[in-house]
């Protein structure tokens, strides 16, 4: 209701997902609100979607997920070949342009770094949680202080592909059980366990020391899972955390670079 009143938009469709995501008796529901947004398109555009559309876009997002994976898969295996906010802007351009273009683009820049030689920079790995990265003045900063983000756990970032749609079956059936399985941020009640698991292995493979939890304030769904959080990393892993809250792009630079560096020094040694 808040974005129906607050924007201009000729068409507003939502498309609600249950709570409990990944248990089978939601599954259903997932697909019948696929359905039911589906017809909601067809209504306001007075066109029919057809199977043999949906399956080609599931198609082209598909190869777009694969190639930000082999990116990501890259930088974790060869630090210092992308550096973190270069990566971020390359995947977040995608949500700007026609994937096909982006495919295309990010295809070739792919083969280009897979193909040429690494530079080992020597920065500080670390590893940024959260649900977006408004600004790139965090990744910046992390740059000019000799840090580096070796890998993401962000809705922007390595959430966006860790799931592919099924192309065997049907498009509606494919885009609910991608929507029903993939990772989902803590506004959704999964084991909270499991979130921790995948968050110490991406750690783990990404070699990061160091992780930066980056939350939107007032953010409760992210905050009441950040003392757990916290608490595996260090007492399993013996990796250090850092919580930082933002209201969007509002927040002082120069406090977040002494927050920043402090942290950094800290795994340092320094």
Not at 5 to 34: A, K, Q, Y
Not at 113 to 120: D, P, R, T, W
Not at 148 to 174: M, N, T
Not at 215 to 224: A, D, G, I, K, R
């Amino acid at each position: 209701d808040i974005w129906r009143r607050n924007t201009g938009f000729s068409f507003h469709g939502d498309l609600v997902l249950p709570i409990r995501m990944g248990e089978e008796i939601s599954l259903p529901f997932v697909v019948e609100e696929v359905r039911r947004f589906r017809g909601q398109v067809e209504e306001f555009t007075g066109q029919e979607i057809w199977d043999d559309a949906i399956e080609e876009s599931i198609h082209v997002y598909n190869r777009n997920r694969r190639l930000a994976e082999r990116l990501y898969k890259m930088r974790r295996e060869n630090p210092g070949a992308l550096d973190g906010l270069s990566a971020t802007a390359c995947l977040v351009a995608g949500f700007w342009m026609r994937r096909e273009k982006h495919n295309e683009l990010l295809h070739g820049l792919v083969e280009e770094l897979e193909n040429g030689n690494i530079s080992q920079e020597g920065k500080v790995p670390l590893l940024v949680s959260g649900s977006v990265c408004t600004t790139p003045d965090l990744l910046e900063l992390l740059l000019e202080l000799g840090a580096d983000v070796a890998d993401d756990d962000l809705c922007c970032g390595h959430r966006y592909f860790d799931a592919y749609a099924d192309e065997s079956a049907s498009p509606e059936e494919a885009l609910a059980k991608r929507l029903w399985e993939r990772v989902n941020c803590p506004a959704k009640h999964q084991c909270i366990e499991d979130r921790a698991t995948r968050l110490m292995r991406q750690v783990e493979d990404s070699g990061a020391r160091g992780v930066v939890f980056y939350l939107q304030s007032f953010c409760e769904p992210h905050l009441f899972d950040i003392p757990y959080l916290r608490g595996r990393l260090q007492e399993e892993l013996g990796v250090p955390s850092l919580v930082l809250e933002s209201e969007l792009q509002s927040f002082s630079r120069g406090q977040l670079r002494t927050r920043l560096q402090a942290f950094i020094e800290t795994i340092r040694g320094v």
